[in-house]
């Protein structure tokens, strides 16, 4: 129920602590899966205290229960171990402090934690997360490149000896983290958002060490996954030996089989540059010598033709035709021209002979009246009529004269 108050009106401290206590007594026994993360277990003491903690997330709770509840389980169960514990809320009310009283104490073994990891893997699958497609491209030579590892780790060690040796000028940025225990997921998805909000880094290697399944386990914390999948820088994963394989491994843009894999798949090796850039350079001059040696050969089998060898030849064979042609138009409209001269003679002299003037040469006159109008019969002119008479050699004006 909830309780009514005012600032006129508040609850004292105790109160509050005791309604706090009254409703977490209601809760009743859990089973609560974490992490220890402290335990203590003081001589002669018949408590034993530990701190149990959500390795995906920054949150602990304080656990106590009776040294005969420990004791069951601890040969198995140390710092850094995951259990599962049957407890129940108390409330802690002089400090206002929550805690849990573990009555059974179990620890979680390897083949549950697969089986979990197997359902979590299933569950990010089935979200997309380790699509290829997903799956960013590495640089060809990246110039600054993080690196999440362990503090003075062999992994580092690895990474950074052979990325040097293959390219001297390659640049680290490193973050030491822990790489397994309670506080190792939290730092190693800080150190990952880190080196991701760096412009200036190319790719992220997140490298460890062989180990248990239970030392691997911060590598496949969903936490982690997810940080990675939402990196825009692409990131490496070299976690393990070859057989070793986290989730990590799925979500990663590149697996790398060991930490100096790792360093073989991210830097290029410059005596292996060199020598492609040579190879290279030796097969374009072969091509460009190939090339020429073949236009070469055309160029040559070109000039041996005839048409190129002796260019003039077919002007000459074309100037011979050109000639006879001319010859033959010649000759052709020298013939035309004779045969219009003879008709244009022929006809001309009929013009002539049936023409006027040639009636008139013969001593023929031409009578014409003052109108223009020739005469062609005695009915047509009058006595004393004046008309013209035209002759070869001129005309003349005459008078008609008429006999009775």
């Known amino acids: 129920m909830a309780v009514n108050t005012s600032a006129d009106a508040p609850l004292p401290v105790g109160e509050i602590s005791r309604l706090i206590g009254g409703w977490i007594d209601r809760l009743g026994a859990v089973?609560?899966?974490g992490q220890i993360t402290q335990l203590s277990r003081?001589?002669?003491?018949?408590?034993?205290?530990?701190?149990?903690?959500?390795?995906?997330?920054?949150?602990?709770?304080?656990?106590?229960?009776?040294?005969?509840?420990?004791?069951?389980?601890?040969?198995?169960?140390?710092e850094g171990a995951r259990v599962v514990v049957l407890a129940k809320p108390?409330?802690?009310?002089p400090r206002g402090q929550l805690s849990l009283r573990a009555a059974e104490i179990r620890p979680v073994g390897v083949g549950e934690l697969l089986a979990r990891l197997e359902q979590l893997k299933k569950s990010l699958t089935a979200e997309g997360?380790?699509?290829?497609?997903?799956?960013?491209?590495l640089p060809f030579l990246p110039q600054l490149i993080g690196l999440v590892c362990g503090r003075a780790s062999a992994a580092e060690r690895d990474v950074l000896e052979n990325a040097r040796h293959r390219w001297p000028a390659v640049r680290f940025e490193v973050r030491n983290v822990p790489v397994q225990g309670v506080h190792a997921v939290a730092q190693v998805v800080q150190a990952v958002k880190e080196l991701d909000a760096t412009d200036a880094v190319d790719v992220i290697i997140i490298a460890r060490g062989g180990g248990s399944v239970e030392d691997l386990l911060p590598f496949s914390d969903e936490q982690l996954v997810r940080t990675v999948a939402a990196?825009?820088?692409?990131?490496?994963?070299?976690?393990?030996?070859?057989?070793?394989?986290?989730?990590?491994?799925?979500?990663?843009d590149l697996r790398a089989s060991t930490p100096t894999d790792a360093a073989k798949k991210v830097v290029p090796d410059v005596g292996e540059e060199y020598e492609r850039?040579?190879?290279?350079?030796?097969?374009?001059?072969?091509?460009?010598?190939a090339f020429v040696a073949r236009e070469e050969r055309g160029l040559a089998q070109a000039l041996s033709r005839p048409s190129i060898e002796n260019p003039h030849r077919m002007i000459d064979e074309r100037a011979e035709q050109v000639t006879s042609l001319l010859d033959r138009g010649r000759r052709t409209l020298g013939h035309l021209l004779d045969r219009a001269e003879s008709e244009l003679t022929h006809t001309h002299a009929r013009v002539v002979a049936l023409s006027p003037a040639a009636t008139l040469q013969r001593g023929?006159?031409?009578?014409?009246?003052?109108d223009g109008h020739v005469v062609r019969g005695p009915g047509e002119v009058a006595a004393d009529e004046a008309l013209r008479a035209r002759v070869a050699e001129g005309e003349f004006n005459v008078r008609v004269d008429v006999q009775e």
């Open 31 to 33: 089973w609560v899966e």
């Open 129 to 137: 997360l380790f699509a290829p497609e997903r799956k960013k491209a």
């Open 364 to 370: 023929y006159a031409v009578l014409q009246k003052a």
């Open 231 to 252: 990196c825009r820088t692409p990131v490496v994963s070299a976690i393990g030996h070859e057989p070793d394989t986290p989730l990590l491994d799925y979500v990663a």
């Open 90 to 93: 108390e409330w802690y009310a």
């Open 277 to 289: 850039v040579r190879m290279l350079r030796d097969r374009a001059r072969r091509c460009v010598q």
């Open 42 to 78: 003081r001589p002669g003491a018949g408590v034993v205290f530990l701190t149990l903690r959500d390795p995906s997330h920054d949150i602990s709770v304080s656990v106590t229960c009776y040294r005969q509840v420990f004791d069951a389980v601890a040969d198995v169960v140390g």
